[in-house]
C-alpha cells in the first residue's frame, strides 16, 4: 500500500530529542567521528530546555571558595532523600564546573561576578550560591550555544520529525521509526545506537510547567523496547507556579525570585515557611527571619532560609497553608520580592519574570506580591541507566536528560538539572559512539515489523469511533491531577488506574478530522498512548511506594519508612503487561558516606 | 448583594454573547485556502493561542498551528493578529475590544506549510553560513574574564527567541522573493552583532557581512525593532554598528584586528 511507504536513513548513533541533553549528546558524538543524527518535535532550539530560567548547577567556586563537587554531591544527595545513584550524583558534582565552562568557550555569555568570573546564584538546597545564570533566561542561552555549536559540526539535523516506535535486532537495538510532521510520511532510521533524549512527562497533568512536547515518549520507547524504568512514582511538583488567570496556570515562577531575597507568605502576611522545617534540614535551616535575611549575605554565620528548602518540602507547605484557610485569594499563597529587593534590582534580575507577569497576569512584581502554587514540573523518574556509561540494559540504547532516571533521586534541586544536561549528554554521545564502532554490522530491521508499526500509526486517521483526542487528554490530566498530584493516597490512585485503563480502551475509537499532512490532532492522538503509559507506570509505582519520600507523598503513609529507604521502585513491560520489584540501590562507597557523617 | 439580584436580569443572550468570541483562522495549503469562522466560549486572562487550543479541542482538530512555552520564551506561536505581526501566546483577549471578530493567519514572509504554519527553514539555513563563535586564549591562570558591561549589550542580543518576527516584517524580503538570496535578514543580523561584539571572539566574519548577508540593503525603516518580542534594539544597537564596522573596517584591517585583540570596540564607547 502506498501510503505505507517511507524514507530510509543510515546512521552510527541516532540522537532522539534536541533539547540540553540530546544537543550535548550530538556534538559529542560527531565529535568522536561517527555519523550522527539529530530528531527533534519541534523546530531546533524550541525544545523544553529553552524555558529554563534560574541556572545551572556546578561547584566554580567564584562566589563562595569553600564550594567543591564534595558539597555539591552531598547537597544532591540529601536533597533526593539519598535515593540517588551515588555513583551519578559523584559524576555530575564531578564534571559539571568543567561542563559549564566549555559552554562559555562555546560562546555563552554568563552573568559576571566583579572580577569578571561567571557569577552564582543562590537556590534551593544548594548550600553555597551556585548556580551559573543568565538574568532568568539560562536555559535559553544554554540551547542557542549548544545549537550554534552543534549547526557547525555538520550534525544531521530532523527538525518536526517525531519517533513512535524503537526496532531491535534480536535483543539490540536496530533503528526508529516515525512521521515527518509536515508531510505525515514514515521515515526510518537505522541506527547502531540510539540515544533517547526526550524529556519528560508533564503533560499527563493538568496544572503543569510543561510544553506540548513532554509526553513521556522516551519512556514509553525505552518501555516498549525492553528497557527498565525506575522511580517512576518521584514526579517533582515545583512549589511556585502561577495561578491566575486560568489560562496561565501551572507557567513556571522561577525559584530564583526565592533565591534573589523573595519570601512566601499566607493571607495575614506570615512567612509561614519558617513553620514548616523538618527534623531532617534543622540543622542547616534558619529558624528566625532574622538569620535567614542574613544568610543571603554571610553563609559562613547564618542559616540558610526556610524559603529555600528543597522543594518537596515547599510544595508541601504551600498546600498545607492553602488547605487551612491562609492562603491567597485563588488557592494559593503569595510570593513576595517587591517589599524587599529594590525595583531596578528585580527588573535586571529577573526580567522575563517581569514580563510574564505584567503580559500575562496584569501584575507588577516590583510592586506587587504574586500568587503562586505548586505546578507539575519535573520527572525524577524514567530509564534506567549505568551511571558511568548512560547505557539502558538493551544493547544500544543510551538515554540522558530528564528521561533519565538516577541522578536526582525523591527530588531534584533546582539547577541539577542543566548541569545534568550536558554532564550526561556528554557522556551518552561518548558511549553511544563507541559502542557503534565496535559494532561489527549494521543490525538488521525487521521489513514486517516496520510495515506492523506503520499500519497502527495510521489507524486513528481511518477509524469511526468518534471518539475526540483531545477530550481523552483533557480526562487524564484531570485524573492524574486529582489523583496523583501532589498529595497521595491509595484508594485515589486505584481509582485513577481504573480510568487510565477506560481511557486506552477508548483509544481505538478516536476518529481524527483531516488527512496526514500536519495534523495536530492526529499527533495527540499517537501521543496520547505515550501518556496513558507513562501515567499508569507512574501509578502503579507510588501504590507500590508505601511511604513518603521526596516528590512522592503519601496521605495514608505520612512519614519515611526505612524499608523503602534503600530500594527503588523497578518497573518492566513484559508481554503487554507492567510489572513491578523493588530492588536494591547501588550501595555508596566508605569514603562518600563519611561526607555525610561530618558536620556540614 | 446588589450583584446577585442584577444578575437573573441580565439578558441571556447578551450574557452568551459577552462571554464567547469569533476568530477568523486561515485554513489551507500552499495551493488552496479561505478564513473560516469560530466561535468558542472566553475564559478570563486568556490569550490569542488559548483561543486557538480551544478551536482545536472542540471545532477543528487538525487545526495546524506551532507552539510550545505559552510562555514567549520559544518563539514558536508567531502569526500575524489583525494584521499585526505577533506572538499568539503574549497576545492577551482582554486587548481586543469586546465582539470583535479577530483575524489570525500564518506569517507572510515564509511559504505556507497548511493553517498557521509556515516553512521557516529559510532562517535555519541562513544561520549556517555564519562563521562560528572562535574565542581567543584563556588569561593566564586559565579563566576567562569578562566584565558585566561589556557583556550587557552582547545579553541583548542572546535575548533573541527566534521568532522570526522580524524577519517576516522586513520589506526587503517580505515583498520580493528574490531577495532571499542576498539577504540574511534582521535575525541574522543580530546574531552577527553578538558575534562581532563578544568580548571573546576572533573570528572573521567581514567577508559574510560586507557581501553574502546584504546589510547594504537595510535601509533603516525599523520595522524589525517595532515587533521584536523581547525589545532588542536591532536597527540601532545591532544593524547600525554593524553598517560602521563594513565601512571601516573591511577597508581598514587594522582597526578589524585592533578590535578583535582588546575585545573593545575603538571608535565606539562600550555602551551603545
Ligand atoms: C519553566 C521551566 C524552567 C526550568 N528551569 C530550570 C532551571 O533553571 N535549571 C534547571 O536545571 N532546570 C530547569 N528546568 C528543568 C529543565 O529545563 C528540563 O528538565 C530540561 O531542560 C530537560 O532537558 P532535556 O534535554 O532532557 O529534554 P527537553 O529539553 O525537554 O528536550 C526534549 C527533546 O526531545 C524531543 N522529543 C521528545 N519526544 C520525541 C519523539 N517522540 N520524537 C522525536 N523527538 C522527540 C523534543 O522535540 C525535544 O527536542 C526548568 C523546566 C521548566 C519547565
Ligand atoms: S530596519 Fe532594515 S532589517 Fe529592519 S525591517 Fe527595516 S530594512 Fe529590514
Ligand atoms: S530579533 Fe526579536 S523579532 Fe527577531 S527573531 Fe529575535 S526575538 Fe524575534
Ligand atoms: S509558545 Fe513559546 S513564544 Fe509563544
Request: net charge negative; glycine share 8%; aromatic share 6%.
Amino acid at each position: 500500500m502506498a501510503s505505507e511507504s517511507h524514507e530510509t536513513h543510515e546512521y552510527d548513533v541516532v540522537i532522539i530529542g534536541a533539547g540540553g541533553a540530546g544537543l550535548r549528546a550530538a556534538i559529542e558524538a560527531s565529535a568522536a567521528g561517527v555519523k550522527t543524527a539529530l530528531i527533534c518535535k519541534s523546530l531546533l532550539g524550541k525544545a523544553h530546555t529553552v524555558m529554563a530560567e534560574g541556572g545551572i548547577a556546578a561547584a566554580l567556586g567564584n562566589v563562595w571558595p569553600e564550594d567543591n563537587w564534595k558539597v555539591h554531591f552531598r547537597d544532591t544527595m540529601r536533597g533526593g532523600k539519598m535515593l540517588n545513584n551515588w555513583r551519578m550524583a559523584q559524576i555530575h558534582a564531578q564534571e559539571s564546573p568543567d561542563r559549564v565552562l566549555e559552554l562559555e568557550e562555546w560562546g555563552a555569555l554568563f552573568d559576571r561576578t566583579k572580577d569578571g568570573l561567571i557569577l552564582q546564584r543562590d537556590f534551593g538546597g544548594h548550600r553555597y550560591a551556585r548556580l551559573a545564570h543568565v538574568g532568568d533566561r539560562t536555559g535559553l542561552e544554554m540551547i542557542r550555544t549548544l545549537q550554534q555549536h552543534a549547526v557547525h559540526k555538520g550534525i544531521d539535523v530532523f527538525m518536526e520529525c517525531n519517533i513512535q516506535r524503537l526496532l531491535k535486532d534480536g535483543h539490540k537495538i536496530a533503528g526508529a521509526f516515525g512521521y515527518w510532521r509536515e508531510s505525515g510520511g514514515f521515515v526510518l532510521f537505522k541506527a547502531k545506537a540510539i540515544v533517547l533524549a526526550t524529556g519528560g512527562i508533564g503533560r499527563s497533568w493538568k496544572v503543569t510547567s510543561n510544553s506540548w512536547e513532554c509526553t513521556g515518549d522516551g519512556i514509553a520507547l525505552a518501555l516498549n523496547a525492553g528497557a527498565e524504568l525506575i522511580d517512576m512514582e518521584m514526579v517533582q511538583f515545583h512549589p511556585t507556579g502561577m495561578i491566575w488567570p486560568p489560562s496561565v496556570r501551572g507557567l513556571l515562577v522561577t525559584e530564583g525570585v526565592r533565591g534573589d531575597g523573595g519570601t512566601l507568605r499566607n493571607n495575614s502576611g506570615e512567612r509561614f515557611m519558617f513553620r514548616y522545617i523538618p527534623e531532617f534540614f534543622k540543622a542547616e535551616t534558619a529558624d528566625n527571619e532574622t538569620e535567614a535575611d542574613a544568610w543571603y549575605t554571610d553563609k559562613a554565620n547564618n542559616r540558610r532560609t526556610p524559603d529555600l528548602l528543597p522543594r518537596d518540602e515547599v510544595a508541601r507547605a504551600i498546600n498545607a497553608e492553602a488547605k487551612a484557610g491562609r492562603g491567597s485569594p485563588h488557592g494559593g499563597v503569595f510570593l513576595d520580592i517587591a517589599s524587599r529587593r529594590p525595583a531596578d534590582y528585580i527588573m535586571k534580575r529577573l526580567p522575563s519574570m517581569y514580563h510574564q507577569f505584567m503580559e500575562l497576569a496584569g501584575v507588577d512584581i516590583t510592586k506587587e506580591a504574586m500568587e503562586i502554587g505548586p505546578t507539575c514540573h519535573y520527572a525524577m523518574g524514567g530509564v534506567r541507566v549505568d551511571a558511568d556509561t548512560t547505557a539502558t540494559d538493551v544493547p544500544g540504547l543510551f538515554a540522558a536528560g530528564e528521561v533519565a532516571a538516577g541522578l536526582h533521586g525523591a527530588n531534584r534541586l533546582g539547577g541539577n538539572s542543566l548541569s545534568d544536561l550536558v554532564v550526561f549528554g556528554r557522556r551518552a554521545g561518548q558511549y553511544a559512539a563507541a559502542y557503534a564502532k565496535a559494532l561489527r554490522a549494521q543490525p538488521l530491521v525487521d521489513a514486517g515489523e516496520v510495515e506492523q508499526v506503520a499500519r497502527e500509526l495510521l489507524v486513528p486517521l481511518t477509524s469511526h469511533g468518534g471518539d475526540n483526542a483531545y477530550a481523552i487528554h483533557a480526562q487524564l490530566q484531570e485524573c492524574m491531577q486529582n489523583n496523583v498530584g501532589l498529595i497521595r493516597v491509595e484508594n485515589e490512585m486505584i481509582e485513577a488506574l481504573d480510568v487510565i485503563a477506560s481511557l486506552k480502551r477508548r483509544l481505538p475509537n478516536v476518529t481524527v478530522a483531516g488527512g496526514r499532512h500536519y495534523n495536530p490532532g492526529w499527533h495527540l492522538a499517537l501521543d496520547l498512548q505515550n501518556m496513558l503509559a507513562v501515567s499508569e507506570a507512574c501509578t502503579r509505582a507510588a501504590l507500590a511506594r508505601k511511604e513518603s519520600r521526596g516528590g512522592h507523598t503519601r496521605d495514608d503513609f505520612p512519614s519515611t519508612d526505612e524499608r523503602f529507604a534503600m530500594v527503588n521502585v523497578v518497573v518492566r513491560a513484559r508481554d503487554g503487561e507492567l510489572t513491578l520489584s523493588d530492588e536494591p540501590l547501588p550501595e555508596m562507597p566508605d569514603e562518600l558516606k563519611a561526607l555525610f557523617e561530618e558536620a556540614h | 448583594m446588589a450583584a446577585v439580584a442584577e444578575r437573573p436580569a441580565r439578558p441571556s443572550t447578551e450574557a452568551a454573547r459577552s462571554d464567547t468570541v469569533t476568530f477568523r483562522v486561515w485554513r489551507g495549503d500552499a495551493s488552496a485556502g479561505e478564513y473560516r469562522e469560530y466561535t468558542v466560549a472566553l475564559d478570563e486572562g486568556m490569550v490569542v493561542l488559548d483561543v486557538i487550543h480551544r478551536i482545536q479541542a472542540t471545532q477543528a482538530g487538525d487545526l495546524a498551528v506551532r507552539w510550545n512555552c505559552k510562555a514567549g520564551k520559544c518563539g514558536s506561536c508567531s502569526a500575524e493578529i489583525n494584521g499585526k505581526p505577533r506572538l499568539m501566546c503574549m497576545t492577551r483577549m482582554d486587548t481586543f475590544e469586546r465582539g470583535q471578530v479577530i483575524t489570525v493567519s500564518p506569517i507572510k514572509t515564509f511559504p505556507l506549510i497548511r493553517d498557521l504554519v509556515t516553512d521557516v527553514s529559510f532562517n535555519f539555513e541562513r544561520a549556517k553560513e555564519v562563521p562560528a563563535f572562535k574565542p581567543k586564549a584563556p588569561d593566564p591562570d586559565g579563566k576567562r574574564r569578562m566584565h558585566q558591561e561589556d557583556v550587557d549589550r552582547v545579553q541583548e542580543f542572546h535575548k533573541c527567541i527566534e521568532c522570526f518576527l522580524c524577519q517576516n516584517v522586513c520589506h526587503v524580503i517580505r515583498d520580493h522573493e528574490d531577495n532571499k538570496q542576498h539577504f540574511a535578514g534582521p535575525r541574522l543580523f543580530v546574531r552577527l552583532a553578538a558575534l562581532e561584539m563578544h568580548p571573546l571572539d576572533t573570528n572573521d566574519r567581514r567577508e559574510l557581512l560586507k557581501a553574502r548577508a546584504g546589510l547594504g540593503y537595510c535601509n533603516i525603516t525599523k520595522c524589525c525593532t517595532e515587533v521584536c518580542p523581547e525589545h532588542i534594539h536591532i536597527t540601532d544597537n545591532a544593524i547600525i554598528p554593524l553598517k560602521e564596522r563594513v565601512v571601516t573596517e573591511f577597508y581598514d584591517p587594522v582597526a578589524w584586528l585592533a578590535r578583535k585583540l582588546t575585545g573593545r570596540d575603538r571608535r565606539r564607547g562600550i555602551v551603545e
